[in-house]
């Protein structure tokens, strides 16, 4: 009993190290040509929507210690676009000002092609740039499979996520014609490390509950990260 208490206690201690930050997140969102404009204003504000959800403002603020959040959008393979650089939140107006530039940002691109390992390879390169911090993870949002240059599993090869979790938000799986293996796409070839997961919007429409979902389910698993070592398996 004692020593399962010690354990827990040991993972929380291990979460606050001399970092300053507990994760580094960096949302990547699909503009390609198959998003027309009506889909990218959905997606655009879905993301600026949940990002103030009153459960995600939560989960964000579930410690003392702040998120790093970086968001950029993606399309051919080199038509990636800065839409907010690296932001400590350290407080629920930081979340507010970013939703707000999320939600009056301007699309860049819309007619290149999809280029997923170009969009992880970039992703993997912001890291680098991140403030330190005890975890880094990358979201990537699309509404397809790659399509131009090499994949994520190349991506992966070449560029250093050995300590990177990537996860996905797989929209229009249930309707997009030719699409029918998306979700087995994500899951078998984008998303990437300990504890990955996929999260599904079946329309644009509902893009700002999967984020939702999604950015809850994240924000939290790096609390729990220090855990598994010391609980009992089976």
Same mark, same amino acid.
């Given at each position: 009993?004692?020593?399962? +208490? ?6 929380? *201690? ?6 300053? =930050?507990?994760?580094?997140? +960096? ?33 964000? *603020? ?9 968001? *950029?959008?993606?399309? /051919? ?11 400590? %939140? ?13 939600? #009056?940002?301007?699309?860049? !691109? ?18 680098? #740039?991140?403030?330190? =911090?005890? *975890?880094?993870?990358? $979201? ?21 996520? $050995? $300590? ?10 249930? $309707? ?6 998306? %979700?087995?796409?994500?899951?078998? !070839?984008? %998303? ?5 997961? %996929?999260?599904?919007?079946? !329309? ?25 070592? =010391?609980?009992?398996? /089976?």
């Amino acid at each position: 009993m004692w020593s399962r +208490v010690a354990c827990l206690l040991g993972g929380v *201690f291990l979460a606050h190290p001399a970092q300053a =930050c507990r994760l580094a997140l +960096v949302l990547a969102m699909d503009v390609s040509s198959s998003v027309d404009a009506t889909e990218d204003a959905l997606q655009r504000q879905g993301l600026a929507r949940a990002l103030i959800d009153p459960a995600v403002m939560e989960a964000f *603020f579930a410690t003392d210690d702040p998120v790093a959040l970086n968001v *950029f959008e993606w399309s /051919g393979r080199y038509n990636q676009a800065q839409l907010a650089d690296w932001t400590l %939140i350290r407080s629920p107006a930081d979340l507010t000002a970013l939703s707000q530039r999320i939600a #009056t940002s301007r699309r860049s !691109h819309n007619d290149f092609p999809t280029a997923l390992g170009y969009a992880l390879g970039y992703a993997a390169g912001l890291l680098q #740039t991140a403030p330190a =911090c005890l *975890f880094q993870t990358v $979201d990537v949002a699309g509404d397809g499979i790659n399509n131009e240059g090499f994949g994520p599993e190349e991506a992966y090869t070449a560029f250093p996520f $050995d $300590d990177v979790t990537v996860n996905g938000l797989v929209v229009n799986a249930a $309707d997009v014609a030719g699409e029918v293996g998306l %979700i087995p796409y994500y899951r078998d !070839h984008v %998303i990437h490390g300990p504890a990955a997961f %996929i999260e599904i919007a079946s !329309h644009f429409d509902d893009y700002a509950e999967a984020m939702r979902r999604k950015l809850i389910r994240e924000l939290g698993a790096p609390m729990l990260g220090g855990l598994p070592a =010391c609980l009992p398996r /089976g």
